[in-house]
């Protein structure tokens, strides 16, 4: 059975998202962030919260804290701390990921050895792999470059691996992907209401 892991920011002022302040304030980027993180949760259902802070796990979930000084670092780790089997891995920027796209995740690693879902902004949402042991090669891959996905995805297919792409999504940068990105989730979803409400605010 494939793992959902999530690597996640506890929702601390000052901490998540500062980008986009302004206009928001770091107080509402903080809120922001807890909601993607809700919505991301709600939608995988039940995995492992790989977390940086305290924020807590929710009921039926495994709780794993975050190691390392570095992005690189604290992803490779999160793959090597999952344990064997296969796993896929998402943050908590991507709110209007659905249970559909993580189970086509979860079963192209039936036939293949990675799975790997490009941002639009050059990172990646997902990675997937059928043996967490090769994440070893993102110590290796700088992080938040315009072409981290197109050097992650070499790396896997120069380490012998048979790679599956997913669809690209947008993930939440700026109050410009914030808006984008509330306008793919569904009406009722925390992180729609939150952006909607903040525009609000802002507007008056």
């Known amino acids: 059975m494939t793992r959902i892991l999530v690597l996640a920011k506890t929702p601390v002022p000052g901490r998540v998202k500062t980008r986009l302040c302004p206009p928001w304030t ?4 903080a809120v ?6 809700h919505d991301t949760l709600e939608t995988v259902g039940a995995g492992v919260l790989v ?5 807590p796990a929710p009921a039926g979930w495994d709780r794993i804290a975050q190691r390392g000084d570095q992005l690189r670092s604290r992803l ?6 999952a344990g064997a089997g296969p796993v896929v891995l998402i943050g908590m920027d991507t709110p209007q990921v659905t249970r559909a796209l993580l189970a086509q995740a979860a079963a192209r690693l039936a036939d293949a050895d990675a799975v790997l879902g490009l941002a639009e902004d050059g990172g990646w949402w997902a990675l997937g792999l059928r043996d967490p042991a090769h994440a070893e090669i993102l110590r ?20 012998g691996l048979r790679v599956s792409s997913l669809p690209v999504l947008r993930d939440v940068d700026t109050v410009a992907d914030a808006r984008a990105v509330a306008d793919l989730c569904p009406a009722d979803s925390q992180f729609r209401r939150v952006v909607t409400a903040l525009d609000a605010e802002v507007a008056v």
Do not use: K, M, Y
Request: hydrophobic share 45%; charged share 20%.
């Open 32 to 37: 922001v962030a807890g909601a993607a993180l």
């Open 51 to 55: 977390v940086d802070g305290d924020h």
């Open 76 to 81: 490779a780790n999160a793959f090597a701390d």
């Open 140 to 159: 290796t891959i700088p992080t938040s470059l315009s072409d981290t996905g197109a050097r992650t995805f070499r790396a896997l297919q120069d380490s």
């Open 26 to 29: 770091l107080e509402q980027a």
